[in-house]
């Protein structure tokens, strides 16, 4: 049962424009999520973060948004360079789970200069 | 470099034989996490870790699967008997208390 969905598995932006990616997740008892980028033969990087308590959080080019009442988050990149193509995954946990996270599917980014 | 290691980064081994992964968390991490990613998948749990002691394990990890981290520092992953459906990039991941998740490189497997 898949609690955290991408629904897009890949995304074409041209170099200077916004990137938007998506995530979807079942479990409203989730109340910490995570962005993370991937290189390929890299393991997944840190990106962003933001707990239930906020709707928002911010750290230069990267926005996260959450939308608790539809449980679904975004990530925005603006403006979008070609180092950001990569393999982005969402991920999920709730305290109960004792920190256990649940990743989406991923969805690659591909920045065209 | 004090980040999350991993070793080996690769490994291919023979249907039937026993592999061992190393993790080396960051230092100051407490906790210490085991996943498992395959193509097309994002990484899917496998066991974690507080110190030494072993507080969860998913029902992904068969009874071939066993993780230890005998004094609080690195952890191995041992699988027995491998089979080729074990073949996968296993990750190690460390945290200090509930946290963000901070990953190794990975270890790539592959049965022959």
């Known amino acids: 049962d898949q609690q955290v969905k991408q629904n897009s598995p890949s995304l074409s932006v041209q170099e200077g424009r916004i990137s938007i990616l998506n995530c979807d997740y079942t479990?409203?008892?989730?109340?910490?999520f995570l962005w993370y980028k991937k290189y390929p033969a890299e393991g997944p990087t840190f990106l962003i973060s933001i707990s239930s308590i906020k709707d928002k959080n911010e750290d230069g080019r990267f926005t996260v948004f959450l939308n608790k009442s539809a449980k679904h988050l975004s990530l925005h990149i603006v403006p979008s360079q070609p180092g950001d193509s990569a393999v982005y995954f969402c991920?999920?946990?709730?305290?109960?789970?004792?920190?256990?996270?649940?990743f989406g599917t991923g969805t690659s980014l591909t920045v065209i200069p | 470099d004090t980040g999350v290691s991993q070793n080996p980064r690769h490994k291919i081994t023979k249907r039937g034989q026993n592999v061992t992964f190393r993790c080396d968390p960051i230092s100051e991490h407490n906790r210490l996490y085991w996943y498992r990613q395959t193509l097309g998948q994002g990484p899917e749990f496998l066991t974690y870790f507080q110190n030494e002691a072993q507080l969860e394990k998913s029902r992904l990890l068969s009874d071939r699967f066993s993780a230890e981290r005998p004094k609080g520092s690195f952890s191995t992953l041992e699988i027995q008997r491998t089979e080729q459906g074990d073949s996968a990039m296993y990750l190690c991941?460390?945290?200090?208390?509930?946290?963000?998740?901070?990953f190794g490189p990975g270890t790539r497997l592959t049965v022959l």
């Open positions: 479990n409203s008892m989730f109340d910490y």
């Open positions: 991941a460390s945290s200090a208390e509930l946290g963000t998740q901070y």
């Open positions: 991920a999920a946990s709730a305290q109960y789970t004792g920190n256990q996270f649940y």
